[in-house]
């Protein structure tokens, strides 16, 4: 539970890491708070707690495979979380964009006059132009949007939701009775309570 609710800290540059403490012990959470990549930690503290659980004999052999593979899961997922965070859209691509709308947007009222006024429905080319010029220009900014998705933002995934229902199944797997209740939308933002 202290795995995606950390990645959820990390990607969104929220240094509330005291929202892991429910999650972790005291010494682990000393671990966790001092590491700089806190979700890489916590990883790795479940890689030696598999390792412990194989030593006192708690784990077998296969099920130690099946954990580590399923961290190795999470850390690629991690790791193309932080990619898509860190890595920034080639400026040509967000240049050109915003150029060939622009450009478009200008040269639609001369593709749209022949027509028109041979129709003699010359007037529609203003509110024409203007409703292509708002699809084009809301299309654009949506690309834009989407370059971020783990800024907070109410276009951003919806982590603290995805989070919660994590935390909610786990304790619910564990057969722990009060579990909380599901992120509610706010403002058209998730919020945890």
């Given at each position: ?26 010494a682990?959470y ?7 990549n ?5 990883l ?41 965070k ?20 200008v ?5 749209l ?13 203003i509110?024409?132009t ?21 800024e ?16 909610r ?25």
């Amino acid at each position: 539970m202290a795995w995606p609710h950390a990645l959820r800290l990390e990607l969104r540059k929220i240094p509330e890491w005291q929202e892991l403490r429910p999650f972790v012990n005291d010494a682990d959470y000393a671990i966790v708070e001092r590491a700089q990549n806190k979700p890489n930690a916590i990883l790795l503290l479940l890689g030696r707690r598999i390792y412990d659980g194989m030593a006192t004999g708690i784990l077998q052999g296969f099920d130690s495979f099946q954990m580590e593979g399923a961290l190795a899961q999470l850390s690629n997922l991690q790791a193309a979380c932080e990619r898509i965070k860190t890595i920034p859209v080639p400026r040509q691509y967000d240049y050109f964009t915003r150029l060939f709308v622009l450009i478009f947007i200008v040269l639609t009222p001369f593709g749209l006059v022949r027509p028109l006024v041979s129709e003699n429905v010359a007037i529609l080319l203003i509110p024409l132009t203007l409703l292509v010029a708002f699809v084009f220009t809301i299309l654009e900014r949506t690309r834009e949007v989407n370059e971020a998705p783990f800024e907070n933002l109410v276009t951003d995934v919806p982590m603290s939701a995805m989070c919660r229902t994590i935390e909610r199944d786990v304790r619910e797997m564990l057969g722990e009775p009060n579990l909380p209740p599901p992120a509610t939308a706010k403002r058209w933002l998730f919020v945890l309570r």
